[in-house]
């Protein structure tokens, strides 16, 4: 049981390069989010999915994609990158029901230059 | 604009101290107040947790304390052990399930 995992764990962009952060988990968690973290902010919502085949916008959405077409993973794109996006990207998944709590993948540590 | 302030930013605590970490929020739907750990290079794993309708919670070393008609809680760690050092976010939630984090509290225990 490996939980939350987040592929690549480290990547360098040159602004307007495309890529896609891939999340996976195998808890069959029916909820699922993208967060980024920048010192002094927290972390902030980007887009999350409430199940298969569906997502929506968070907090930040803009300049992201996302995809939910297996339960278990969750991607997240970026079309054009900006070094504005430079950050640390932490997908997190939640069982569904009243359950509150979310559990977190490593971080994915992406650089724009 | 963040929903949740958090205070302070950095702390340094002898070891055997007590770690305070305060937090404030204005939305009254707030429903859920977790408190997340962070060790550096992972992933935020969930400490303890409270709902409105308690004052404390407490887990072993770690105690939130709630108010609700000011629209605070905080996070105290008794006996600080080095191993406690780490990032700490206070945290809340309505039904959605969607979190808002404060801004993070590094915590350093000295030996």
């Known amino acids: 049981n490996a939980g939350v995992t987040q592929t690549p764990k480290f990547r360098v962009l040159k602004t307007g390069q495309s890529m896609t952060l891939l999340c996976a988990q195998d808890?069959?968690?029916?909820?699922m989010y993208w967060y980024r973290q920048d010192p002094g902010m927290g972390l902030r919502l980007i887009h999350y999915?409430?199940?298969?085949?569906?997502?929506a916008k968070g907090e930040v959405p803009d300049g992201y994609n996302v995809s939910r077409l297996k339960k278990q993973n969750f991607l997240l794109g970026l079309e054009s990158a900006a070094p504005s996006q430079t950050s640390v990207y932490f997908c997190?998944?939640?069982?569904?029901?009243?359950?509150?709590?979310?559990?977190f993948g490593p971080g994915t540590r992406l650089t724009v230059t | 604009q963040q929903q949740v302030k958090q205070s302070p930013q950095s702390l340094i605590v002898q070891k055997g101290g007590i770690s305070i970490i305060n937090c404030a929020y204005e939305?009254?739907?707030?429903?859920?107040f977790p408190w997340y750990q962070q060790f550096p290079g992972k992933g935020p794993a969930l400490l303890i947790a409270?709902?409105?309708?308690?004052s404390e919670k407490k887990e072993g070393r770690f105690t939130i304390s709630f108010n609700k008609s000011a629209k605070q809680f905080s996070l105290h760690i008794m006996d600080s052990q080095p191993g406690d050092s780490a990032t700490y976010f206070c945290?809340?939630?309505?039904?959605?399930?969607?979190?808002?984090f404060g801004a993070g509290t590094t915590v350093t225990v000295r030996a």
């Open positions: 997190a998944s939640k069982k569904g029901g009243g359950s509150y709590e979310q559990y």
């Open positions: 808890m069959n968690h029916e909820y």
């Open positions: 999915s409430v199940g298969e085949g569906t997502t």
């Open positions: 939305n009254t739907a707030f429903d859920y």
């Open positions: 409270i709902r409105p309708d308690v």
């Open positions: 945290a809340a939630s309505t039904n959605d399930y969607k979190l808002s």
